[in-house]
């Protein structure tokens, strides 16, 4: 009779596993045809010696990002929220958020938005707080010296897979170890040298918290984040202020770049589109040349 488990992790032949009824970790083989990611639910088969991967049950989604071809490369599977963080420093590189976001809406993921170490200066994300709250996404403002602060998240957690984010040395590490304090994860300081993070996390990995019945994914820290090949329509449908006025164009095949009686363009000047989130979204375009 065949289990069904959760992966936390892989490696080459072997993964790690929660048992989906009682949470027993195990472990299991898995055949070269079968390629299990973090967060996927499997079925399992036992003998005396062994556990056997024997089944990769339909994903419900999974978080991307692009691998060295631009292929899309699947990270973590049925996730239920993404939780973007930045920090004061290292101060996010251009774009990355709404390169997150786009991911998050090609595959339907909730974002959950956390501006990091806030306590080092309150005033410096105030404009992007604000605009990312005004387009309908939930922002919280943390610091590991405020616990208040960081536990506003926790209800938003209960019940659901959540696959944390963002740069090397935001501190995703710590806020999870404040948030679940029966979860261990790595933390790392920043280079002194670079100012960039050190990665602290090699492989993607999930946790459960009882308390919660909350799975969280920790993911390896990067410092650019890259989407796979994509279209200018599946950019633009990745920017939710886009999605209203999306079909609208005179042309049905309308990149909103140049083309005449182009909605989006119009929204800009209008000033119901911000101009700088456009402008984001023309060099997430051009950035797809690249894979070219």
């Known amino acids: ?10 490696q080459k032949t072997t993964a790690s596993l929660l048992a989906c009824d009682d949470h027993e970790p195990m472990h299991a083989f898995f055949p070269r045809k079968l390629k299990p990611i973090c967060g996927d639910k499997v079925a399992i088969e036992s003998t005396a010696s062994d556990h056997r991967i024997e089944q990769i049950l339909p994903r419900m989604n999974s978080f991307c990002r692009a691998d060295n071809r631009g292929r899309k490369q699947h990270i973590a599977a049925n996730i239920d929220q993404i939780m973007i963080v930045m920090a004061v420093e290292p101060f996010p590189t251009r774009d990355i958020l709404n390169r997150y976001l786009v991911a998050a809406e090609a595959e339907d993921i909730e974002p959950l938005l956390v501006f990091n170490k806030h306590d080092l200066d309150e005033r410096i994300f105030i404009n992007q707080i604000n605009q990312y709250e ?11 010296h405020d616990q208040a602060s960081i536990d506003a998240i926790k209800p938003l957690l209960t019940g659901k897979t959540t696959v944390i984010v963002g740069q090397s040395g935001v501190g995703k590490s ?3 170890r404040v948030m679940l304090p029966g979860v261990e994860l790595k933390t790392g300081k920043l280079s002194v040298k670079t100012g960039k993070g050190a990665h602290t996390t090699s492989v993607t990995q999930m946790y459960h918290d009882a ?5 969280i994914i ?3 820290g990067v410092w650019e984040y890259g989407l796979w090949v994509m279209s200018a329509h599946e950019i633009a449908a990745g920017f939710r202020e886009f999605q209203p006025l999306l079909g609208q164009c005179k042309f049905s095949n309308c990149t909103h770049i140049h083309e005449p009686s182009c909605a989006i363009m119009q929204a800009v000047k209008k000033g119901s589109i911000r101009s700088d989130r456009y402008e984001s979204y023309l060099r997430i375009v051009d950035s797809m040349k690249y894979w070219g």
Do not use: H, N
């Not at 009779?1 to 892989?10: F, L």
């Not at 308390?211 to 799975?215: G, P, S, T, V």
């Open 1 to 10: 009779m065949s289990r069904i488990c959760r992966v936390t992790s892989t």
């Open 134 to 144: 005004q387009l309908g996404y939930q922002v919280f403002k943390t610091s590991k």
């Open 174 to 176: 710590s806020i999870t």
């Open 211 to 215: 308390a919660l019945d909350a799975y």
């Open 218 to 220: 920790d993911s390896p």
